[in-house]
Structures are given as structure tokens and as C-alpha cells.
């Protein structure tokens, strides 16, 4: 991809890759984000999600590939002005206000001072930190200091968000008012990039997203696609040989776990098919139902795949 | 630039907010409130001269000099060892640097703020103190400024290599590796004026070594020679190889040539130190 066309993307890497000594930690991540959607990361520990976050604002350099944000290579100064981040690990001046912190935030971006007071305003009442916004930050819950540093990534509403573990030190409560923030900023047409382990999250809010593991992408797609759109059926049967049961492959992606089959992207018109073949070979059917896959289902099954 | 001042006045505010001003200020007030007492004693001690005053109080001066000096160096050291570290550590860094501020101004604002810092630690504990010897004896040295202008540089220099070993290792690894480098260029610098005395070359290039490696003994013997009355420097000069690793005295001022290197020190260190920081992974 030209440097032209990831103008049209809110993030595009290619091939991009981090070492650190002779650890991967990011091996050839190639993904794109779009313009005002919500992009789900996915992965377990240690796949290279946060690696790929700081690559993407410039707190750690690739070893290789290429990156665009918003247009720009990686790293670019002025494109900073048109980001909001909040680190995984996040802390702020404990001996400054919270409406400091975030003075200086607008400060740093270089905004208009003009703009400040409105800008914090909107900031606090986002993340529910109004009634607090003039006591130090020394004295928040973590919590708190997490709703501050989304705050923080709010101000001079930015085109690209990039959220690594938004909801990590927050309750039920909190997570929920996150959730409504992404919407609401995806509303605004800001492009939103969670990088989260938390799939329930990822599974409500994310138009597409990437499974990473070993610090490449092993699947991308609409949750539909990573889903599987045709998704699958399991059979309760008795009486069924073993060559027979093994022919039913043909049906789909086979998993026999006994008395109970599941066919993965088996379409539901050929349901009554499958039916069908299994009593002609002898089975006999107890039970036919369709399977709503989850994404954590979906997930340890990716990951399943890629052991050797 | 703007983010630099932006960076420097955030140093300051956070010394200020931290107590670290006014808990400096209140020590220095009282060490000069007893001091200057213990000073205005001089003259008033049994059969003393006034010419007897002179010397005592010019000695002890430098003596407090040194004193400050140290405090100077060791709090610069303490201050400057976490400034970048810590907030590597904490995180605070990783909420900053992804803002249109490059990391050499990050780097810019936390040097100049301390540097402004030391500074005016050098100049207020200094002046106030010049201030309590004159009272207590009338006794001013014969270039207090230049004098505090060195005790400040000495300061601002080893600051600079605490921020350097910052931008790489932990604030306790960084701050002990400044001060014992602090300490080992003093030891150096007493090598050096055994060496010069006694005809030593393989002793005096160690101690010249040291002072162009770390200058801070080099700009405490700058210091000195402007605190030293003219009769001292003319009895030191009499009294020949006795005077051999006096850590107390300096006999001439540091030659042009020095103050030339200790400005080239500055800046080479800054940009390692901007270089080291640009390069390092967060």
C-alpha cells in the first residue's frame, strides 16, 4: 500500500516488526484500521498488542516494516496533535489537579488556550471526574486514574483513539461508561483502537478487529467473519461407525466428541441434509442444535490452531 | 521551545508542589542563622586580631562553601538521577511523549529547570550566607559571585550526568554512580595538586584525567581561588610542597582553556544524553 492510500486509514502497518534483543515481540504486523470505526486487538499476554500500540505512537521504534497513522508515518510530530492515547500503564502527576493534568495535556498538544476551559470541561464530564476535578490526583483510585487518563486521550477531540486495557482498574459500572464513550466517539467519527484481552468488551462495542498471537495476526475480519457467518451445528447421535462419522467431514469443520457432533461452517439449508446422510448411515438423532459461537470461544480456538 | 518551557516550568512547579523549596529554603535559613552566629563569635574571642578574624573567617567561608557545594551536589544528584527514570517507571512519561513534544525537549525542560533550580539554590544559600559572614565580621572574600557562579556550575554539572545515566538506568543505579563519581573526582583532584607539587606525571595526568572526565573538583577549585583572600594566596604560595593535597585551596584561577572544556563537557553530555533518550524504547 502507498503512503497515498493509507491517508484513507486510521492506522495501516505493514509488515511491521519489533525486537527487543532476541525477543519477538511484534513479528510482520500487517493490519488497517478505518476511518470512525471501532477496532478491537485481541490477543493473550505476551502476543504484542501493547508493543504495537507504542510503535504506533512512537514510544518504541519497529526493527522493521512500515507504519501509517492517520496518514503520516508512524512517529510523525504533528499527526500527535490528532491522537488521543491511554497507556496500559497509566499514571499521572499525583501532586497536580485533575484538571491540571489535563491543562497540560492541552497545553502540550499546542491547542488554543481559547479552547482549554471548554475542552477540559467536555473531558471531565465524559469520564464522570467533574465533581472531582479540582482535588490532586495523589488522593484518585486507580479506577479514577484510569477514567482521567481516558479523559486525558479525549482532549482536542482526536481522529484516532488508542485505548490499551481502557477498563482494566474500573468496576461493572465504569466499563459500561467506557463502552458508551467508544460509541459516542465513534458517533463523532473518531476511529477508536482497543487493544484489549477482555472479549465480552471487544465482542459488544468493535466493528472488526485482529487476533494476534506471537506477535503476528492470525486472523482480521468483522466479528461475523472471525465468527464464522455460517456458523455451526451440533448433532447428538448414537450408532453411528467411525468410518461413517469421519465422512461427515464433508458437512464441515468436524469435532467428535462422542455421542455429540459439531459441524463449524455448515450452512443451516443443509442442516436437514446432514440429518438425512446421518440416518442413512445407521445413526440414529437425538438432538440437532445450532451453536452460537462466542468470540472467547472463537479465540482459544484460534490460538489452538497455532500450536505446533 | 515552547514545549521546553512548558517541560522546565513543570520541574519547577513539581519541586515547588513536592516541599523540596521550601523544606531547602527553612535548612538553609536555619544553617545560616547558626553559622552567622557562630561567625560574629570570631571577633569577639579572646586577644584576637582583626587581622586574625580576616583569615578565620575566610577559611571557614570556604568551608561553608564547601559545605553547600556538597549539599548542592548531592541534591542535584538526587533530584536529577530520577527526573527521567521515574517517570519511565511510573508511566507519566508514556502519557507525555505520545504529544507533539519531541523527547530531546522533554529532555531540554527537565535540564533547564533544574539547572534554574540549582542556580538559584547556589545563589540564595550563597548570598544569604556571604550576607550572615559579613555581618558577623566584616569580612566579604574578594569575588563572591564568580565564587557562587562556580559552586552553581559544579552543581548544573553533575545534574547533567544524573540526567544522562536517567535516560538509562534506575534512579538508585544513576544517582549512586553520579555521586561516586562525585566523590572519585574530588580524590582525583587532590591527586593532582600531590602530583603538580611533588613532579609526579603519572599522578598529575590521573588527576588531570579525572578533572576533564568529571569537572566537578575543577570548578570546586574555581570556587576556592575567588574566596581566597590575597594574603592567603601569598603565604600559601611561601609555604611551597606543604600546601600538597589541600582539597581547601587553589592558588590560581581554572585557565580559559578549562572553562572551554567544562562548556564542551556540558554540551557533549547533553547530547548524549538527548541521543540515549531518542534511542530508548518505552
Known amino acids: ?308 | 521551545m515552547r514545549q521546553t518551557l512548558t517541560i522546565a516550568r513543570l520541574t519547577i512547579l513539581e519541586a515547588s508542589r513536592r516541599k523540596l523549596l521550601l523544606a531547602l529554603g527553612v535548612l538553609t535559613i536555619v544553617v545560616v542563622v547558626l553559622t552567622s552566629w557562630g561567625f560574629s563569635r570570631l571577633p569577639t574571642m579572646k586577644d584576637v586580631t582583626p587581622a586574625e578574624v580576616r583569615l578565620a573567617a575566610s577559611q571557614l567561608t570556604i568551608l561553608m562553601a564547601f559545605m553547600f557545594s556538597g549539599v548542592l551536589a548531592l541534591g542535584s544528584t538526587l533530584v536529577a538521577a530520577p527526573s527521567i527514570a521515574s517517570d519511565i517507571e511510573s508511566g507519566i512519561a508514556l502519557a507525555i511523549l505520545p504529544r507533539p513534544i519531541r523527547r530531546g525537549q522533554l529532555l531540554m525542560g527537565k535540564w533547564l529547570g533544574l539547572a534554574l533550580l540549582v542556580a538559584l539554590y547556589a545563589a540564595g544559600s550563597g548570598l544569604l550566607e556571604l550576607l550572615g559572614i559579613w555581618l558577623g565580621t566584616n569580612y566579604l572574600p574578594p569575588n563572591p559571585i564568580a565564587s557562587l557562579a562556580f559552586v552553581a556550575a559544579e552543581g548544573i554539572v553533575l545534574m547533567t550526568l544524573a540526567l544522562l545515566l536517567s535516560t538509562r538506568l534506575s534512579p538508585m543505579t544513576g544517582g549512586v554512580i553520579a555521586l561516586v563519581l562525585f566523590f572519585v573526582a574530588w580524590i582525583g583532584g587532590i591527586a593532582l595538586a600531590i602530583g603538580i607539587t611533588f613532579d609526579n606525571d603519572t599522578i598529575k595526568n590521573i588527576g588531570i584525567g579525572s578533572r576533564l572526565l568529571i569537572p566537578t573538583d575543577g570548578l570546586w577549585h574555581g570556587a576556592i581561588f575567588y574566596l581566597e583572600p590575597s594574603e592567603i594566596l601569598a603565604a600559601a604560595r611561601v609555604a611551597g610542597r606543604a600546601r600538597a593535597g589541600n582539597p581547601f585551596f587553589a592558588d590560581a584561577p581554572l585557565p580559559g582553556i578549562y572553562l572551554a572544556w567544562v562548556v564542551a563537557w556540558l554540551v557533549a553530555v547533553i547530547g548524549l544524553a538527548n541521543w540515549s533518550f531518542a534511542r530508548r524504547d518505552l
Open chain 1, 1 to 308: 500500500m502507498q503512503a497515498a492510500d493509507a491517508a484513507s486509514l486510521a492506522v495501516h502497518t505493514q509488515d511491521l516488526a519489533k525486537r527487543y534483543g532476541k525477543t519477538v515481540a511484534l513479528s510482520g504486523l500487517t493490519m488497517s484500521v478505518r476511518r470512525a470505526e471501532v477496532f478491537g486487538f485481541l490477543g493473550p499476554n505476551g502476543a504484542g498488542k501493547t508493543t504495537a500500540v507504542k510503535l504506533l505512537v512512537g514510544l518504541a521504534l519497529p526493527t522493521a516494516g512500515e507504519g501509517w497513522v492517520l496518514g503520516a508515518p508512524i512517529g510523525d510530530l504533528q499527526t500527535r496533535r490528532r491522537l488521543g492515547y491511554l497507556p496500559e500503564l497509566f499514571r499521572y502527576q499525583g501532586w497536580m489537579k485533575a484538571r491540571e493534568v489535563l491543562g497540560l495535556h492541552c497545553e502540550l498538544s499546542r491547542m488554543a488556550r481559547s479552547e482549554w476551559k471548554k475542552e477540559i470541561e467536555l473531558a471531565l464530564d465524559m469520564v464522570g471526574l467533574a465533581d472531582r476535578a479540582d482535588d490532586r490526583v495523589e488522593g484518585f483510585s486507580k479506577g479514577m486514574q484510569q477514567r482521567l487518563g481516558l479523559g486525558v486521550a479525549l482532549l482536542g477531540r482526536p481522529e484516532l483513539v488508542l485505548l490499551d486495557e481502557p477498563t482494566s482498574a474500573l468496576d461493572p459500572v465504569g466499563r459500561h461508561d467506557v463502552r458508551e464513550i467508544i460509541r459516542q466517539l465513534t458517533a463523532r467519527g473518531t476511529a477508536v483502537f482497543l487493544n484489549s484481552h477482555l472479549l465480552s468488551e471487544v465482542e459488544q462495542i468493535c466493528d472488526r478487529l485482529a487476533v494476534v498471537d506471537h506477535g503476528r495476526v492470525i486472523a482480521t475480519g468483522t466479528m461475523s467473519q472471525i465468527l464464522g457467518q455460517d456458523g455451526a451445528v451440533r448433532v447428538r447421535v448414537t450408532g453411528l461407525p467411525a468410518p461413517s462419522r469421519a465422512a461427515l467431514g464433508e458437512f464441515g469443520n468436524l469435532e467428535d466428541e462422542g455421542e455429540w457432533l459439531t459441524f463449524r461452517g455448515l450452512p443451516p439449508d443443509r442442516v436437514p441434509q446432514l440429518v438425512s446422510e446421518i440416518v442413512r448411515q445407521g445413526g440414529r438423532v437425538y438432538a440437532v442444535e445450532p451453536r452460537h459461537e462466542t468470540l472467547e470461544d472463537r479465540f482459544l480456538q484460534l490460538l489452538k490452531e497455532q500450536e505446533p
